[in-house]
C-alpha cells in the first residue's frame, strides 16, 4: 500500500461568511488564489498542498463508508486520500467548477477501482462485480437527490437494469467479507459450522454399490463368490483358495482377472460381459 502524505498547509487567511463552514470557505479561496497563479509554479504547487489539506476530513469520511467489506480502514483513508490528491493536481480552476464536485468523484473512483482489485474474498461472476461499481455510483447520486439512501427498486429504475439483477449485486456486498463461521446462530449457544452438515461416509460407499451392483450380477456364482469372501468377508487369499480347493496363486490371478473386467466394464458400459470364466487354472468348487 503507497502511503499518501500530507504538507501541513499554510493557511490562506480570510473569514467564514456566515452560514457556510469553514472548510467550503478555504476551499474557495484557496481556488481564488489558484486562478490569479501561475500553473506550475511554486505558488501553484504551495495552494494545491493546502487543497489537499483542507479537504483531508472529506476524504477519511469518504473511505469511512467502505469500512467492514474485508480491507482495514487505514488502507482505505490512504486510497482516499491518494484519490484526493489526484483530483486537487488535475483540477482546472479557470474552468469555473466547484473543487468537491470535482473531488468526490475522483475519490470513490479510487475506492472502487480498489476494492474491484484488492477487496473481493470470494470472487463473483464479472457481471455482478461492473454492476455493483455502479451501483456504488448511483447510491452517491440518489442519496444527494433524495437525502436518504435508495431503495433497490429506486437504484434498478436509475440504473435501468432488473430488479433482480440489482438485489443480487446488492447481496454480493457480503463477498467482501463472508459470515465466519464461528458466528453465533440463534440464541447464541452454538455457530453456523455446527448447523452445516457432513459427508456421510456411507454415501460413497451407496454410490459405488449402485454402479457396480449390475456389473456383478453378470459375473459367474463363483467370481461373486470370491469377491464375497475378499472383500466383505475379508478373508485373505489362502483362506479363499482353501475354500475352493484351489491354490492361492489361482486366487490371485482370479482376483485380477475380475478386476480387470469390472474397470472394463466401468470404462465401457456397453461393453458386453465376459463369456463364463477366463482359463484362470481353476475350477468351480463349492
Known amino acids: 500500500m ?12 480570510a473569514m467564514a461568511p456566515t452560514g457556510r463552514s469553514e472548510r467550503q470557505h478555504r476551499t474557495e479561496s484557496i481556488v481564488s488564489h489558484l486562478r490569479l497563479v501561475e500553473p506550475s509554479s511554486s505558488d501553484s504547487l504551495d495552494l494545491t498542498r493546502q487543497l489537499i489539506e483542507s479537504n483531508t476530513r472529506v476524504a477519511r469520511s469518504i473511505a469511512s463508508r467502505y469500512k467492514n467489506r474485508g480491507i482495514d480502514l487505514d488502507d482505505l483513508e490512504q486510497v482516499a486520500l491518494l484519490g484526493l490528491t489526484k483530483a486537487a493536481h488535475r483540477f482546472d480552476p479557470t474552468a469555473g467548477h466547484d473543487f468537491m464536485a470535482f473531488a468526490v468523484p475522483t475519490i470513490r473512483g479510487e475506492l472502487r477501482r480498489w476494492f474491484r482489485d484488492h477487496g473481493w474474498t470470494v ?5 455482478v462485480q461492473e ?4 451501483i456504488m455510483k448511483a447510491q452517491g447520486e440518489l442519496e444527494q437527490a433524495l437525502g436518504r439512501s435508495p431503495r433497490p427498486s429506486e437504484i434498478a429504475a436509475h440504473l435501468g437494469e432488473d430488479l433482480d439483477a440489482v438485489v443480487e449485486a446488492l447481496s454480493a456486498d457480503g463477498f467482501f467479507t463472508p459470515t465466519s463461521l464461528d458466528a453465533a446462530v440463534g440464541d447464541g449457544s452454538s455457530g453456523l459450522a455446527d448447523l452445516l452438515g457432513e459427508e456421510d461416509p456411507a454415501m460413497r460407499s451407496a454410490e459405488a454399490r449402485a454402479v457396480l451392483e449390475p456389473l456383478l450380477a453378470a459375473l459367474s456364482d463363483r467370481d461373486r463368490s470370491v469377491l464375497r469372501l475378499r472383500f466383505y468377508e475379508q478373508r485373505t487369499q489362502q483362506e479363499i483358495a482353501e475354500a475352493f480347493g484351489i ?5 490371485s490371478r482370479i482376483l485380477a482377472r475380475i478386476l480387470a473386467e469390472l474397470r472394463a466394464r466401468l470404462a ?6 465376459a463369456a463364463g470364466p477366463a482359463p484362470d487354472g481353476a475350477s468351480p468348487a463349492a
Open 2 to 13: 503507497v502511503s499518501v502524505s500530507v504538507v501541513p498547509e499554510h493557511p490562506v487567511h
Open 123 to 127: 470472487r463473483p461472476p464479472r457481471r
Open 268 to 273: 465401457d458400459p456397453g461393453a458386453d460381459p
Open 247 to 251: 491354490t492361492q496363486a489361482q486366487v
Open 131 to 134: 454492476l455493483q461499481a455502479r
